[in-house]
């Protein structure tokens, strides 16, 4: 089974900043990788996804994602962040058709 | 309606009542699941069903009980819950099949008195 490590329960920062959300799996074989979001009361809403080829990645809202296989991370940035991404952030693998979230992490985006 | 609905949306219930939540996908999905999410705690996974059968249990207690009539619906019956079970449940659905991602409702917040 796999394992999902995200190491940051909270990460406050304020608007305009940068932020780079944590995210670790425990599979050295192949494996599919996804972010996604979760706003108050709502339910999560895919980010972005690592399947094949470039191992930056690109999703919605102006996140992206690096896929780095050597140290078996997918870390989440972006490079200015707005008060409407205060929101959790969870981390998911999928390995033969089951999926392993991490823990979340929630981003405070402060003004 | 798009995407994946859940309802209802907010549930109270007494620990003796019997009730169920419902999810509908309309996205052509063969695949469906339910997660509960309590604060504080990771998301669990506790059942899967493919092609409309049960393909995973996550040792969830039998006062939980799922149902998929087809390929579309899946509904969880609930009686006998505890205080602990108070969580909001999520259904998701995908493609079977490595690298689909799951579509995920808003949720049910279950409160149990």
């Known amino acids: 089974a796999q394992s999902v490590t995200q190491l940051d329960s909270q990460v406050p920062v304020f608007e305009e900043a940068p932020v780079e959300l944590r995210c670790n799996y425990s599979?050295?074989?192949?494996?599919?990788l996804f972010w996604y979001v979760q706003y108050p009361n709502q339910g999560l809403q895919l980010l972005l996804k690592?399947?094949?080829?470039?191992?930056l990645v690109k999703g919605i809202n102006g996140f992206e994602a690096e896929f780095n296989k050597s140290q078996t991370s997918f870390h989440l940035r972006k490079p200015s962040v707005h008060i409407s991404d205060t929101a959790e952030y969870f981390c998911?693998?999928?390995?033969?058709?089951?999926?392993?979230f991490g823990s979340g992490t929630k981003l405070n985006v402060k003004p | 309606e798009t995407g994946v609905t859940q309802t209802p949306r907010h549930l109270v219930m007494g620990m003796t009542n019997k009730k169920s939540l419902k999810c509908e996908q309309h996205?052509?999905?063969?695949?469906m699941y339910w997660y509960k999410q309590s604060a504080k705690k990771p998301l669990e996974l506790m059942f899967v069903?493919?092609?409309?059968?049960?393909?995973e249990n996550n040792s969830v207690p039998s006062r939980f009980s799922p149902e998929c009539p087809n390929s579309s619906h899946l509904f969880l019956h609930l009686h006998t819950l505890q205080p602990e079970d108070s969580a909001l449940y999520l259904c998701?659905?995908?493609?079977?099949?490595?690298?689909?991602?799951?579509?995920f409702g808003p949720g049910t917040r279950l409160t149990v008195t």
């Open positions: 996205l052509g999905h063969n695949a």
């Open positions: 998701a659905s995908s493609q079977e099949g490595r690298g689909y991602e799951q579509y």
């Open positions: 998911a693998v999928s390995d033969f058709n089951k999926f392993y």
């Open positions: 690592y399947l094949s080829g470039s191992t």
């Open positions: 599979s050295s074989v192949s494996v599919y």
């Open positions: 069903y493919s092609l409309e059968e049960r393909v």
